[in-house]
């Protein structure tokens, strides 16, 4: 009988933390209903548990299919703190430092050259003053370009080799440019340091201690069912349509036979985001195991780029985005100096604040946004709403209170 006359007091209780995070997905409604994107999955967790896990809209637009929470989602350069993370876990081996020059394991990065000069009519260029290292490149103070071309079946080996043909942008160290195939090159140093396939090496010292059951470079039939498609406006409609993800290079999200780029090349889901991110939160702990140093989580997301300018109020760690003064960009408002983290092409974000112990996971499958990405109507929407819930005052008005 007392327990009969608890229930309703229990019911409400549950109502009320619900109601707490009520306006995130409400807000997100609002960017579907205008038909600005298909959906959106929203989470927050903090050291240890999920707080709020939500989705709203369609997975696939054709269909009409419900967006679940844990759908998968191409995650794009959010990939790239995981891949800097794997050179963490062999600097932890004591088989690399993040000092050494790549060209100590990949000999085709040898006597690179600068452009000095380029125009329409010509080019000239310079020996680098010296070898990039693995930290230049974890920076994207390599001087890395991009690849002049691709293709979808090379191995890492070969996007590498096609990369260290390219001259640098600027002087190794001197400037910061971001390069998504540099990110890539570091795939290879793991796969010729460890032995083991990039993918392989991920699966087995990340995803299976982490318990990122969904986190892939190729999905299976069966995650493909759960996949969120990639949508951009139609030039001539302004309505949503299905558009291919460039990272792929031509390639599907099926296919075994493209390699695992570690740029931009993973699948995942907000859970299993999430579950890395309270790994670098616990100092790189999970599960009562250690999987990274402490040490070595403090070294890669603190800034590394001194004065060099990266994006605003944001330098570079190791492999992560810094936020150095969260006032510098209206999404980040809600951050605390120090947060640390990385979004992606289509609009999905993960960043983790060591101060609050929060870990923010936010994904859309939106191309096309004007301006950055990283400070889209729809990502202002969800910190906005995430900021009220949790009593947070935006940095750029006034402090931000510990929730």
């Known amino acids: 009988m007392r327990l009969r006359c608890l229930l309703p007091f229990v019911l409400a209780l549950r109502l009320v933390a619900q109601d707490k995070f009520a306006a995130i997905p409400a807000g997100q409604k609002t960017f579907v209903d205008r038909g600005e994107i298909s959906g959106a999955v929203a989470l ?31 995650i794009a350069s959010m990939t790239k703190p995981i891949a800097a993370v794997a050179l963490g876990l062999l600097v932890d081996d004591a088989r690399l430092t993040f000092d050494d020059p790549v060209e100590k394991f990949l000999p085709e990065f040898r006597g690179q050259w600068v452009i000095q000069e380029s125009t329409a009519e010509r080019r000239s260029l310079v020996k680098a003053t010296r070898p990039i290292t693995l930290r230049d490149v974890l920076t994207h103070t390599s001087g890395l370009a991009e690849y002049p071309a691709t293709q979808p079946h090379w191995t890492i080996s070969e996007f590498a080799k096609v990369l260290a043909r390219e001259p640098l942008r600027f002087q190794p160290g001197t400037r910061w440019a971001y390069s998504t195939a540099g990110i890539d090159v570091l795939g290879r140093v793991v796969e010729v340091v460890s032995g083991a396939s990039f993918a392989a090496f991920l699966q087995k010292r990340l995803f299976d201690p982490l318990g990122m059951k969904d986190t892939t470079f190729w999905l299976s039939p069966e995650q493909e069912k759960r996949f969120a498609h990639n949508y951009r406006p139609d030039a001539q409609t302004g309505k949503l349509a299905e558009t291919p993800i460039a990272y792929l290079y031509g390639g599907a999200t099926t296919d075994r036979a493209r390699p695992a780029l570690g740029g931009a090349g993973l699948f995942s889901t907000a859970a299993d985001v999430a579950r890395f991110y309270q790994m670098m939160l616990n100092g790189g702990v999970a599960n009562g195991r250690r999987i990274l140093y402490a040490g070595t989580v403090a070294e890669m997301t603190r800034k590394q780029t001194a004065d060099l300018r990266a994006r605003p109020g944001m330098p570079w760690g190791l492999g992560f985005c810094v936020v150095e003064d969260p006032a510098q960009l209206e999404a980040n408002a809600y951050f605390s100096p120090g947060t640390f983290g990385h979004g992606g092409a289509h609009g999905t974000q993960s960043w983790a604040d060591p101060v609050r112990g929060l870990a923010y996971v936010y994904l859309i499958q939106r191309a096309g946004i004007r301006g950055n990405p990283d400070n889209s109507d729809m990502r202002r929407a969800y910190q906005d709403a995430l900021g009220a819930a949790l009593n947070i005052s935006p940095a750029n008005k006034k402090s931000a209170t510990a929730p």
Request: proline share 0%; charged share 30%; hydrophobic share 45%.
């Open 44 to 74: 927050l967790a903090d050291k240890d548990r999920v707080l709020h896990l939500s989705a709203v809209g369609v997975s696939d637009l054709a269909t009409g299919r419900t967006l679940r929470t844990d759908d998968i989602f191409w």
